[in-house]
């Protein structure tokens, strides 16, 4: 399995960003989960890799408990302004591998846009401690389709021409979650539902969204002035009653996490 990509510090300077422009999750998660996982308001959930609350929020909204579990100091910040809102949230400096909170605390262990930061080996037998005996894990993904309209396929060579590791890593969206998700749950250990949810942006919300991406480059970077002037000319050319459509289909996939060895099990 390839090593995870180091993301402590990639998102510093972007989490603004990433609160305001990136999408949230469809309530549909909460019904299938409520059907298939045996989610209910009483449950308690882990957010593990929360970034700016935006996972959590879903979760809080429909009367959970969460403890939003973070690295990243600017992503944490902005996730703390939701205690206001909610005081079921706590706010925990923390990593897949090590979130500090007590065993056997958590009815569901949930990931949201985070997991392929993950060290799998780590940080399955980190999820097993802080489940509960039934307690499953929740992974979920908004994954942006690349070349369902012209507009996409064109906003992808944007983000492949310009994006600082996006070819290497990230483009036309190369990930088989499938395949990544499987070695923490093992091979028939998970169910998987998807939906489609798509977000019209205008171009305000479209460069906000890019920033928000770790590929991005930042001012300062020879790539940051050409890639919005791109972004502007793409939207000039799709925009449609001032906005453009981009099509994402949430995924989820859920289940008991794998144990792997007898320290794992313990």
């Known amino acids: 399995m390839t090593k995870p990509l180091n993301s402590s510090g990639r998102f510093t300077g972007r989490a ?18 409520r059907n298939k996982a045996g989610w209910r308001e009483e449950a308690e959930v882990a957010d ?3 970034g700016t609350g935006i996972s959590s929020e879903l979760f809080l909204r429909h009367g959970n408990r969460v403890w939003a579990v973070e690295p990243n100091a600017d992503m944490r910040s902005q996730t703390e302004n939701l205690c206001a809102c909610f005081p079921g949230l706590q706010v925990i400096a923390g990593t897949a591998e090590s979130t500090t909170l007590p065993d056997a605390c958590a009815d569901f ?13 780590s940080c399955r037998p980190e999820f097993l401690r802080i489940l509960k005996p039934q ?12 070349d369902s309209s012209p507009f996409l396929a064109a906003y992808e060579d944007v983000l492949l021409r310009y994006g600082t590791d996006y070819r290497d890593h990230w483009g036309s969206d190369r990930r088989d979650l499938a395949a990544l998700v499987t070695p923490f749950f093992g091979e028939d250990g998970f169910r998987t539902s998807s939906f489609r ?6 171009l305000e919300g479209l460069i906000g969204a890019v920033l928000s991406a770790s590929y991005a ?21 799709f925009a449609h009653d001032g906005n453009v459509s981009i099509e994402f289909q949430t995924v989820v996939y859920w289940g008991r996490p794998a144990a792997g060895n007898a320290e794992e099990r313990r």
């Open 135 to 146: 307690g499953q894990a929740v992974l979920m993904w908004n994954k942006r389709q690349v």
């Open 48 to 50: 593990i890799g929360a």
């Open 197 to 202: 949810s798509d977000r019209h942006l205008d």
């Open 217 to 237: 480059p930042l001012p300062g970077h020879p790539n940051h002035d050409p890639m919005i002037a791109a972004l502007g000319d793409l939207f000039s050319r």
């Open 109 to 121: 262990a949930v990931s949201g846009q985070a997991f392929h930061w993950f060290d799998v080996p």
């Open 16 to 33: 603004e960003n990433y609160a305001r422009y990136r999408p949230g999750y469809p309530d549909a998660i909460i019904d299938l989960l």
